[in-house]
């Protein structure tokens, strides 16, 4: 079991939005601004799309945006497009004895 | 540009240990700050933090496995390396080795090797 829950899966059609979420606790996701999130296309490695919360590295498109609220961070893609469809992980920092945590992955489909 | 390629045994018997090398491509593992880390994803599942080391040597674990994991660095070969000893099937996994500029914030990653644990 993941420290951090993510929904299995979501799905959208293109032009829409959608909105993964990543649930934690006091311990890791509510404690800190040290959210990160990750794209993944099968058999590839991931891809880190936001960072420190809400924050795009460069070259990640700004169709990608997260945000946060007490235990919760959330990663909204606008304007889905097919090549959006890949499995989306968001990662917390948890302290200096559990350190870092991933949530289980959500698979999002492009209809 | 950061590149990291990993290397190691694709099979290790259960029991045994198992041992990978990230070799470091672009850029001295030495310079700057940063986390040189360890993730792992078993097949079809979500990805799982292992440890990392950091620039001056000290290492972070994840307490499942900190007591089978040793992570360490060879800045002569521009290399780091991974030891998970007394392995089980449940290891059996794609193994990543990456590069936190920050904490989370894994920017470069390997492209993963599969390790497989099996008599």
């Known amino acids: 079991q993941s420290a951090l829950t993510q929904p299995a899966s979501v799905s959208g059609s293109p032009g829409q939005s959608i909105t993964i979420s990543c649930t934690g606790t006091s311990s890791d996701v509510g404690s800190y601004n040290l959210v990160s999130w990750y794209q993944q296309h099968p058999g590839k490695a991931p891809k880190l799309m936001i960072y420190e919360v809400s924050k795009r590295p460069s070259g990640v498109s700004n169709r990608f945006s997260g945000s946060k609220s007490g235990n919760t961070a959330s990663l909204t893609i606008s304007g889905l497009q097919a090549e959006d469809e890949a499995d989306y992980y968001c990662c917390s920092y948890a302290g200096s004895s559990t350190f870092e945590v991933f949530g289980g992955g959500t698979k999002l489909t492009v209809l | 540009q950061v590149q990291l390629q990993e290397s190691g045994p694709g099979l290790v018997k259960p029991s045994q240990t198992l041992s990978l090398t990230c070799t470091v491509s672009g850029g001295s593992i030495s310079s700057g700050s940063y986390y040189w880390s360890w993730i792992r994803q078993p097949a079809g599942k979500g990805l799982e933090w292992i440890g990392r080391?950091?620039?001056?040597?000290?290492?972070n674990y994840n307490p499942s496995l900190k007591s089978r994991v040793t992570i360490s660095v060879d800045t002569s070969k521009n290399q780091f390396s991974l030891k998970l000893s007394s392995v089980t099937a449940a290891d059996t996994a794609v193994y990543y080795c990456?590069?936190?500029?920050?904490?989370?914030?894994?920017?470069?990653w390997g492209q993963g090797t599969l390790v497989t644990v099996s008599s």
């Open positions: 990456a590069r936190e500029g920050e904490l989370v914030v894994v920017d470069y």
């Open positions: 080391i950091y620039t001056s040597g000290s290492t």
